[in-house]
């Protein structure tokens, strides 16, 4: 089983900044693709950026060239930066990874919000 630690949520004014963390341990084979998802009330969960194993970024059009995710695979952990930020990036954000023989897990969640 593999367990996910998050951190670095928070209350922060619009075009300010924070950075998830999101730590992987337990019995971890080999994590492949590692993202974050966020989830406001009344709407599903959406995938906000995902890093596979070789580092290819994929971002939802509203974060593009706000949002960076990166992973660092020797600690298990993934990181996603949040610059310029909006009202509409608030949510509680859900760190995913999908280890290949372990399956998916996901993260307790962290809230974000943002004011105006």
């Known amino acids: 089983q593999v367990q996910l630690v998050e951190s670095g949520g928070g209350l922060v004014q619009a075009g300010g900044s924070l950075r998830l963390s999101c730590a992987a341990s337990?019995?971890?084979?080999?994590?492949?693709?590692m993202g974050w998802f966020r989830q406001v009330p009344g709407k599903q969960r959406e995938l906000v950026a995902g890093?596979?194993?070789?580092?290819?970024?994929k971002y939802v059009d509203s974060v593009k060239g706000r949002f960076t995710i990166s992973r660092d695979n020797d600690r298990n952990t993934v990181y996603l930066q949040m610059n310029s930020l909006k009202p509409e990036d608030s949510g509680v954000y859900y760190c995913?990874?999908?280890?290949?023989?372990?399956?998916?897990?996901w993260g307790q969640g962290t809230q974000v919000t943002v004011s105006s």
């Open positions: 890093i596979t194993i070789g580092g290819s970024t």
């Open positions: 337990g019995s971890i084979f080999r994590i492949n693709d």
């Open positions: 995913y990874v999908q280890d290949s023989l372990r399956g998916g897990s």
